[in-house]
């Protein structure tokens, strides 16, 4: 392949950036091409035919630009709408879920926490994951709501931050949990204050990582995958000031976040009188 290989992004809003940053790591000569769909976070409380709508819309975006796979970085989008998007394109298609198996790998207390939106952690995709081990009471699940408009407002060592943290890591803490699994994308953000509050003894797991060596393997990269230096492209749904403020703060690199086109609301079927 001459040309660079160019990869679509997406989350509900910033989160994703958390993935994208893994992927700018091993993959430095790609064409990323980000979309926050800020403007519907969080899609933690949205319904699932409501994410499978906005997961097409942004596919097929980032069809239009020339990507030759799509990584769905946020957990919830992935189990919403990660199937039917791999029936409809023809390209690779990453998701992502919590990493249960390498959480319940490093315990040692026998007790691993997952923090996610209540939307994973309600679906059948991670109910189906929880039952491929054994031993499920050793995985504590904790929906975290108010968590990903923390991070997208930028707000990542408020003391609402820190209150909401308090208090959905006191009980997962008081159960013996010493490994939490970050099941958001939004969540490797609040790393520092989730440290601060649950000490030395406990292990912290994301995905990311493991999702940019999934795209390399599935775009068969090789190892290391060719070195350059490639663009990265920015869009979002939201309000753009605010978004891009939020964004710099998040990425290390230039960011020119320009409005993402939206489909043209659907034509009443009456006209008014
Ligand atoms: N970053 C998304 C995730 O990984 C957040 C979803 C939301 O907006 O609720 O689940």
């Known amino acids: ?8 992004v997406f989350d509900s809003g910033v989160g994703g950036l958390s ?14 091409l980000y979309v926050a769909d800020s403007r519907h976070a969080p899609y933690g409380e949205r319904s699932r035919s409501f994410i499978r709508q906005r997961a097409f819309h942004i596919a097929d975006f980032l069809l239009n630009q ?3 796979a799509l990584v769905v970085a946020c957990n919830t989008a992935t189990a919403a709408a990660v199937i039917p998007l791999r029936h409809r394109l023809t390209l690779p298609v990453v998701g992502m879920e919590p990493a249960i198996k390498p959480g319940v790998s490093a315990t040692h207390s026998g007790a691993v926490g997952v923090l996610a939106t ?25 929906p975290c709501p108010g968590l990903v408009e923390q991070v997208e407002r930028g707000e990542l060592t408020s ?13 997962l803490l008081q159960r013996g949990v010493d490994t939490l699994v970050l099941g958001c994308t939004h969540y490797p953000f609040l790393r520092p204050m989730i440290e601060e509050i649950a000490g030395r ?26 070195g350059g230096e490639g663009e990265t492209l920015f869009w979002s749904s939201g309000e753009l000031q605010r978004g891009t403020a939020t964004m710099r703060a ?24």
């Not at 990582?209 to 290391?224: F, K, N, S, Y």
């Open 1 to 8: 392949m001459t040309e660079a290989v160019s990869v679509g």
């Open 19 to 32: 993935v994208l940053r893994e992927i700018r790591r091993q993959m430095p000569a790609a064409r990323l």
């Open 66 to 68: 020339g990507i030759d």
């Open 118 to 142: 209540s939307g994973t952690l309600a679906s059948a995709r991670f109910a189906a994951l929880l039952r491929r081990f054994d031993d499920r009471r050793r995985v504590l699940t904790q």
């Open 159 to 171: 003391l609402k931050t820190r209150r909401l943290l308090s208090r959905y890591l006191q009980p």
């Open 201 to 226: 003894g406990v292990t912290l797991i994301d995905t990311g990582e493991a999702v940019a060596r999934r795209l390399c393997e599935v775009l068969r990269l090789g190892d290391p995958a060719p």
């Open 250 to 273: 998040l990425w290390d690199g230039p960011v020119d976040l320009r409005a993402l086109p939206e489909p043209p609301l659907p034509l009443s079927p009456r006209a008014p009188d």
